[in-house]
């Protein structure tokens, strides 16, 4: 089963507004994870944030993380239309030994920045 | 630069044959995984290998096997393709330290016809 949910699954936003895209997860992780897409591509990483982070920002994103509530959102601001694409989250499951484990994904955001 | 590389961008399979998907990393990863990827159903986990000759079922591991003789290359196998299993496919490796990120390759595109 999916461990990431992810909504919406489609956005549609202007040049110059910021987007917002929410990851939730089901069990315990190591990290949460935010990659993109380009269509037909593989995926590339963008930020992770450890499950004892509760925000963390790289350049226009900003990722938050709510253990409690077992949820991340990744906010993106300024969106140019470069920025269109697929966005993901993975969360990092725990083997118990201390080293990383699974790797699962959700569904994905498809987002579109119009000029 | 780290290197994640897919044997073949596009392939095209009848029903019924032996396929092999091949994934070869440059970076001394412990873990490489294998996902599909459908249109609505984002990318889900066939395998995942944590060793040498370790690996260990995904979500949607019927149908495909796999086999990890070396650290670096990771191969999917498709028994006896089926339409169904016409899909994209990702390979990604992860270095089994606390907290990295996982690295791709480009795809494979995988029709079978």
């Known amino acids: 089963s999916q461990q990431g949910e992810e909504d919406p699954q489609a956005l549609s936003i202007q040049e110059g507004e910021n987007a917002t895209m929410n990851c939730s997860y089901k069990?315990?992780?190591?990290?949460l994870q935010w990659y993109r897409q380009n269509s037909g591509r593989g995926l590339v990483h963008l930020i992770l944030?450890?499950?004892?982070?509760r925000e963390k920002h790289s350049g226009r994103l900003r990722v938050t993380l709510d253990t409690s509530k077992k949820s991340s959102s990744l906010l993106i601001t300024a969106s140019r239309a470069a920025d269109t694409a697929s966005y993901f989250c993975?969360?990092?499951?725990?083997?118990?030994?201390?080293?990383?484990?699974?790797?699962?994904f959700g569904q994905g955001t498809t987002l579109q920045v119009k000029p | 630069d780290v290197k994640v590389t897919q044997s073949s961008r596009y392939l095209v399979k009848r029903t019924g044959e032996k396929v092999f998907l091949e994934c070869v990393q440059d970076?001394?990863?412990?873990?490489m995984f294998w996902y599909r990827q459908d249109p609505g159903l984002g990318l889900r986990l066939i395998y995942f290998?944590?060793?040498?000759?370790?690996?260990e079922k995904g979500d949607i591991p019927e149908g495909y096997s796999v086999s990890r003789e070396k650290k670096e290359r990771f191969s999917l196998i498709l028994e006896s393709a089926s339409t169904n299993q016409t899909s994209m496919y990702l390979c990604?490796?992860?270095?089994?330290?606390?907290?990295?990120?996982?690295?791709f390759g480009q795809g494979t595109r995988l029709t079978v016809v």
């Open positions: 069990t315990s992780i190591n990290n």
């Open positions: 944030i450890r499950s004892n982070e």
């Open positions: 993975a969360t990092d499951m725990a083997l118990g030994s201390g080293n990383t484990g699974k790797l699962i």
């Open positions: 970076m001394d990863h412990e873990n």
């Open positions: 290998s944590y060793d040498v000759k370790m690996k």
């Open positions: 990604a490796s992860l270095n089994s330290d606390r907290a990295t990120e996982a690295f």
